[in-house]
Structures are given as structure tokens and as C-alpha cells.
């Protein structure tokens, strides 16, 4: 807390008839005492605007010294917390000084505590201010004890007339009092008094006002249950130890109940004023202060601090000459200095030695005429690395517009910038295997294309595509999948020359880009080198497995202009390899297009051919060779499209297997057979059963046995008339 600026002064507090008078009435000298320059300047300002003369003081011992000059002063203003000399110790040589003793100390002091507090006025001070102050809090408490200081001059001046004096001395002290009553009410106080002997309480006007009560509650009890339950203990036992103890001062801070039903915290300091003749107290009198608006700035200023000490970014404050005045953790963690070693020092401490002088003359120059600067620069770390950072300064400008303080904040640009990599790095490359990805890939195509049209080279593009894979992440798992596909990419690098693409552009495709060809045969041969180093078995935990692949390749010029007609030309090159058993390559011609063309009919006819009830079922009659009679009958998917005619199965099972069409299109073979083969039954025929192929993605399904089930129960036909019949090709 030490160095807290006092707040500045409300200017409108102090009217000229209410000007701080000395004993004699003249203007009062005030000796004011801090280490703290601003706080002395401040404290010495306040009490001339108030109508006194000021004598400073920066160290306890020139306090003493000047205390004893003459004129001497009629009120000490003193901090507590100075070095070498403390305010208690100064307070105590004042005492023990006879020409010092009864000159009154108000402590003006950061310590916000009770037990200091205490303290001080047990070891004679007059009064207890803590910092920061209101102007016309601190005015109205040193006008208090210059009145009482008059009055006591007065009395020692005035001995010798004291008896003709009484009446007018009773009026004067009697105005006295009520001239004190109203400074203090001006100024925020109330005025409450307790008689022990009656157990009655008599609050002033102001602070039944300030409480919103009209009247005040007439016994201890009472005011007690004003007070909130969890302050009301101490505040009982703070009243209990007064009673008890003539020398003891009630101070506290607490929350009271307002008449509107909200609490306020006050303030309330008092002290026992009359006693009777066995010594009993008789008079407890005291003040009250709302401080409920300073309770919530300190609140306020609570949170504030927490946010400057838990905020990520690292901040900076300085003084006008650029000194650094406070940091805050995030600072000391970006650039590794702490603050004992910082505080005090010039941020050009952190300089790195990249800007060059100009750089920072133009920052400064910007926040000298626009207030506030921004931008990335580099600053040097404790350990003498480099740190990027997001910096923003501001300045902090006094009432007369010069800049009183400068505040930095910054941030670490190293993790963003990092992140921000990282993200361009999954943008345009495959995490599992680090090969450029679809986007990339397509891109470093559309590159080698421009630069052989440039050129007038050729360029080949492969797509290759591992047979299968999808059965070795069903049996062996996802990863073990990975695993081949790793090493997949690994064997596949070895091949392809330095210069030229290699990238994953779907599950399981990868795809080349060959560039600077200068024959096709060198496109055939690469692709053979694949086939032969991904026929090599894989081990995989503990496994050997074996996996072949397809191959499309297509050249430019002769098979697209651009990257997405050579796209396009290696897929359908890519689907004749697979048509033509796997395991093998296949060039792009003209034909394909005409193939894919096709096939991409028959597959939009496919999906809605169920709807239009363009399927039909055909029976193959099943003969025994040892009787020569028929046994059963086999059936047979047909199909006569609406669009394109009578289709072989040869040609739409494969496509209606790849797409998935071939659950629903089973299904309803399955039901149909059922149904035609139960009616046939109930004419009287011969015991006949029924064959019903099952593809393989039929045969995976986890409901089959409910499928078929549903079947019989539907159609009637007994479980033994049904045979399912799974090919050879597909089990393998």
C-alpha cells in the first residue's frame, strides 16, 4: 500500500467563512509529514486551499526539528509507515519534547487497520485518517482539533478572567459544539451518544437522515439488532471492552440496516467522555460515517487488481519519464524478468536490436499526438531469445493534458503464430500419414500443369486405390489400419522421383503427379513399381497381410487440359482397373468416358427403379441328377428399366453392391421369393424350397437372421422351403 496517491482535493468543500483558524484566530501553521512526494505535495496542497500554512517534512528526524522551530505548528499531519524513523517513533519524541507535547497528531497513513489505529491513539495521537482521504474529511477533522486547540490555548491565555468569563465561555463552547456538530453532518458524519447508567441513545439529526429512521432507537439492545448478524459479535464486543476499559476508543467498520431495508457499511468511532465519581462511565459519545461508496470502490479496486494479476496478457505501467512503476505475473512469465529486477528500470531494457531507432521514434511520436499506439514487435527475453508480441500503449494524461503515466499491454504472438501454422499445416496436409492432402494435392496438380503447357512437357496423373481396405479396418481394426496406410506411404515414396507429388486424397486413394514426362512407358513403369512394392505382405500386429491395388492413369495433354478433367480422366481409368479384376493399371481412353457415362445412367436409374416396380423375379428350376425330378427353383434378380431398357445383372448388382442399394433390393427379392414360392405350396405342388442369393453387404448385416425371420412369418413359408446361398467369390 505504500506510495497510494491521497485523492484529490474537491475544490467546492471549503467556502471562505469556514477557513481553518489557528489558537489566536490567524491562519494556523500545519507541519505535514511524508516520505512519499506526491502524497507530501498533496497533503500540503489540501491545507492551504483550506486556509493554513504549510510546513513540510520528508523524514521523521527533520519532522522533529522542525516541529521545534518557531513559530511552532498547531497540528501535525504524520504517516506511519516512513523509513528509518516510523510515525510512532516520531510521535513519541513529540511527547516527550515539552515544548512538542501538546501540539495534536492526526496520522494520515495507508494502514487501514483497527488494531493500528488503536495503537496510535493509545500512544497519544489525536486522530486517525487512513489513506486515500476525502478533502473535506480531512479538513473537517483538522478543523475539530484546531477548535479543540483554540479552546485549550484560551483557557491557558485566560486563567486570570476564567471566573467573569464562565457564561460567555459556556455560550462559546456551546457554539463550539454545535459548530463542530454541523461540520461534521456537512461532511457526511452523525453524531450519536450513550448513557450506560439509563441505557438510553440519542442519535443527531444528520444521522437518522443518513440512516433514514425519524427516530433512533432508544436502548443498546436495540441498535444492536441493526447491525448484521455477522458483524453484530465484534461490534457487541468492541461496546463491552469500552465499558469496561475508561481509556478505550469504539472503532469499527460494520453493515447497519437502512430504514428502506438495505445495509450500509459505516464507519463508527467513540470514545467515554464523562465518568462519575466511583469512576462508572456515564457518557459514551461518537461519530458514524456512511462509507458504503468507498466499501464498493475498494471492491471494485479488489477485483481490478485480480484482473491485472491473473489477465494473460502482460502489463506494464510507467511513469511519465518511463520508468516502470508495476508489472503484473503475465509480464514476468512472456519476458522472464521479475519484478525486483524490472520495477524502476526503462523498458528499453527488453529492446531486441531488430527495430531500428526510427521504429521506436515513430511509436512514441503516435502516442505524443493520438494517445495510444499499436502494433507487433520483437522484444528480447531474460535468456536472451526473441519474443513476438501484440504491444498496445496508452497514455495517461493529468487535468492539464501531459502525460502522467504510460500503460503496456501485450500479448505472446509466438503460440498464435504457431497455432496459426499449425492450422495452415491440417488445411492442406493429412495428419496420419503428413502427405499433401486432397486440396493441396489438387492444387500442386493444377502448378505442374501451367508449368508444362509453359514448357510443352508432359505430365502424368495416377490414382491409385487399395483393393478392399475396408475389410482390414472390419476384422483388424481402425488402427491397424493406420498402420498399413503408413507404411503404404512410406513404400509408395520410394518410388516416385524427387520433384514429384505424392498426396492421400481419400481414405484409402492416393494420388501422383508425374511431372517433366517424356514417355508414357515411364508412367507405366512407375505404376508397376507400385502394384509390386504394395503386393509385398504387411505385418501387422503379429499378422501378415496381403493387399493389392488399382491404378488409373491419365496424360496431359492427350487426356485433359486441365486438373479436373485429368481428375476425372484417371477415375474412370482408376474404375476400369478395378473392373478388370484389381491388382493392375489401367491408361484413360475415350471408351471410358463413354463407360462412366453409363454407368452413372444405370446408377441414377437404379434408385428409383424399387418405386417404379421395375424389378421382377425369375425362377430357375432346380433338377435332381438321381431322379430327374425337380426339387427346387432358384431365384433370379431382373431388371427392365423404363429409361434404358433390359439390364444385365452383370451390370447393375455391382453398381447396386457398391452404392448400397443392395439392402433394400435384396430385401424385397428375399419377401418376393417367400411369397411366390408359399403360393405355389398351397396349389399342391410337390415339397419345393427356394434358393436366394445373399451379397456380401448382406451378409454383414447385423439383422439378417430378424430379416429373414420377418420373411417367413410374413409369406407362411415354412423355414425349411428357404435356402440362402452365399457365392464362392463373394465369401473370399
Same mark, same amino acid.
Given at each position: 500500500m505504500k506510495g497510494q496517491d491521497v485523492v484529490n482535493p474537491d475544490q467546492n468543500s471549503i467556502y471562505p467563512d469556514h477557513r481553518l483558524l489557528g489558537p489566536n484566530g490567524d491562519k494556523p501553521l500545519i507541519?505535514?509529514?511524508?516520505?512519499?512526494?506526491?502524497?507530501?505535495?498533496?497533503?500540503?496542497?489540501?491545507?492551504?486551499?483550506?486556509?493554513?500554512?504549510? /510546513?513540510?517534512?520528508?523524514?521523521?528526524?527533520?519532522?522533529?526539528?522542525?516541529? /521545534?522551530?518557531?513559530?511552532?505548528?498547531?497540528?501535525?499531519?504524520?504517516?506511519?509507515?516512513?523509513?528509518d524513523m516510523d510515525g510512532h517513533a516520531v510521535l513519541a519524541e513529540l511527547r516527550r519534547m515539552p515544548e512538542t507535547r501538546d501540539i495534536p497528531v492526526i496520522f494520515v497513513t495507508a494502514l487501514d487497520d483497527q488494531s493500528e489505529e488503536e495503537r496510535g491513539i493509545r500512544e497519544g495521537a489525536a486522530d486517525y485518517v487512513s489513506k486515500p482521504v476525502k478533502m473535506s474529511v480531512l479538513i473537517a477533522r483538522i478543523r475539530a482539533h484546531l477548535e479543540v486547540r483554540r479552546a485549550q490555548w484560551l483557557l491557558a491565555n485566560q486563567k486570570a478572567w476564567l471566573e467573569q468569563e464562565v457564561e460567555r465561555r459556556i455560550a462559546e463552547n456551546t457554539h463550539l459544539d454545535r459548530h463542530l456538530t454541523l461540520a461534521l453532518e456537512r461532511n457526511g458524519f452523525g453524531i450519536w451518544e450513550h448513557d450506560p447508567v439509563r441505557n438510553r441513545n440519542r442519535w443527531s439529526e444528520g444521522l437518522r437522515q443518513m440512516l433514514g429512521y425519524e427516530q433512533e432507537p432508544e436502548q443498546l439492545a436495540e441498535s444492536m439488532n441493526l447491525i448484521h448478524p455477522e458483524d453484530r459479535p465484534a461490534v457487541e464486543a468492541q461496546v463491552t471492552a469500552s465499558l469496561r476499559d475508561r481509556n478505550s476508543i469504539l472503532i469499527g467498520e460494520f453493515r447497519i440496516r437502512h430504514h428502506d431495508g438495505g445495509w450500509r457499511w459505516v464507519e463508527s468511532r467513540g470514545r467515554i467522555v464523562e465518568f462519575d465519581e466511583a469512576g462508572q462511565p456515564t457518557l459514551m459519545i461518537g461519530t458514524m460515517l456512511d462509507i458504503t461508496e468507498r466499501k464498493l470502490a475498494e471492491a471494485e479496486h479488489r477485483l481490478a487488481d485480480l484482473v491485472f494479476t491473473g489477465i494473460g496478457e502482460g502489463i506494464c505501467i510507467t511513469d511519465a519519464k518511463r520508468n516502470i512503476l508495476r508489472i503484473n505475473d503475465a509480464f514476468s512469465t512472456i519476458t522472464g524478468y521479475q519484478a525486483d529486477e524490472i520495477v524502476g528500470q526503462n523498458p528499453r531494457l527488453l529492446k531486441s536490436g531488430v527495430h531500428s531507432p526510427a521504429f521506436y521514434a515513430e511509436i512514441w511520436k503516435t502516442i505524443d499526438q493520438y494517445g495510444n499506439w499499436q502494433g507487433e514487435i520483437t522484444n528480447r527475453h531474460k535468456d536472451g531469445s526473441l519474443v513476438t508480441e501484440w504491444l498496445s500503449i496508452s497514455s495517461l494524461r493529468d487535468t492539464t493534458g501531459t502525460a502522467s503515466h504510460y500503460i503496456g499491454i501485450f500479448s505472446d504472438l509466438s503460440e498464435r503464430q504457431a497455432a496459426a501454422e499449425r492450422i495452415q499445416y491440417l488445411s492442406s496436409y493429412d495428419t496420419l500419414t503428413e502427405l499433401p492432402n486432397r486440396h493441396l494435392f489438387d492444387d500442386r496438380l493444377n502448378q505442374a500443369l501451367l508449368t508444362a503447357r509453359r514448357f510443352e512437357r508432359g505430365t502424368a496423373l495416377i490414382l491409385?486405390?487399395?483393393? /478392399?481396405?475396408?475389410?482390414?479396418?472390419?476384422?483388424?481394426?481402425?488402427?491397424?489400419?493406420?498402420?498399413?496406410?503408413?507404411?503404404?506411404? /512410406?513404400?509408395?515414396?520410394?518410388?516416385?522421383?524427387?520433384?514429384?507429388?505424392?498426396?492421400?486424397?481419400a481414405g484409402n486413394e492416393f494420388g501422383f503427379v508425374m511431372a517433366n514426362l517424356s514417355h508414357e512407358r515411364d508412367a507405366l513403369a512407375l505404376a508397376q513399381r507400385m502394384l509390386d512394392a504394395i503386393s509385398v505382405p504387411f505385418s501387422v500386429a503379429g499378422q501378415s497381410v496381403a493387399i493389392t491395388a488399382s491404378i488409373g492413369i491419365s496424360v496431359f495433354p492427350k487426356n485433359g487440359e486441365n486438373g479436373e478433367a485429368m481428375l476425372r480422366s484417371a477415375d474412370a481409368a482408376l474404375l476400369r482397373a478395378k473392373q478388370s479384376g484389381r491388382n493392375t493399371f489401367s491408361f484413360y481412353s475415350p471408351e471410358m468416358d463413354a463407360d462412366a457415362a453409363r454407368r452413372l445412367s444405370i446408377e441414377s436409374a437404379l434408385r428409383d427403379a424399387l418405386a417404379r416396380d421395375e424389378f421382377c423375379v425369375h425362377y430357375q428350376p432346380q433338377v435332381s441328377l438321381d431322379s430327374g425330378h425337380m426339387i427346387g427353383m432358384e431365384a433370379l434378380l431382373r431388371w427392365n428399366s423404363a429409361l434404358l431398357g433390359p439390364i444385365s445383372p452383370v451390370e447393375f448388382i455391382p453398381i447396386a453392391e457398391e452404392t448400397g442399394l443392395i439392402m433394400q433390393i435384396g430385401d424385397w427379392v428375399l419377401r418376393t421369393a417367400c411369397h411366390q414360392t408359399k403360393a405355389w405350396l398351397d396349389l399342391g405342388l410337390l415339397p419345393l424350397h427356394v434358393a436366394v442369393n445373399l451379397s456380401p453387404r448382406q451378409f454383414r448385416q447385423a439383422d439378417l437372421p430378424a430379416q429373414v425371420a420377418n420373411a417367413l412369418a410374413e409369406s407362411g413359408l415354412p423355414a425349411a422351403a428357404m435356402v440362402l446361398e452365399f457365392t464362392e467369390s463373394a465369401f473370399i
Open positions: 507541519l505535514v509529514v511524508d516520505d512519499t512526494p506526491i502524497n507530501l505535495e498533496t497533503l500540503a496542497e489540501m491545507v492551504r486551499h483550506a486556509g493554513a500554512n504549510a /510546513r513540510v517534512a520528508n523524514c521523521g528526524a527533520t519532522a522533529l526539528r522542525y516541529a /521545534r522551530l518557531e513559530p511552532r505548528p498547531d497540528l501535525i499531519l504524520l504517516d506511519i509507515m516512513m523509513p491409385l486405390d487399395l483393393n /478392399r481396405f475396408r475389410l482390414i479396418n472390419d476384422t483388424l481394426g481402425p488402427p491397424a489400419g493406420d498402420e498399413i496406410l503408413v507404411e503404404v506411404t /512410406r513404400r509408395l515414396k520410394l518410388q516416385v522421383r524427387e520433384g514429384d507429388t505424392v498426396g492421400r486424397r
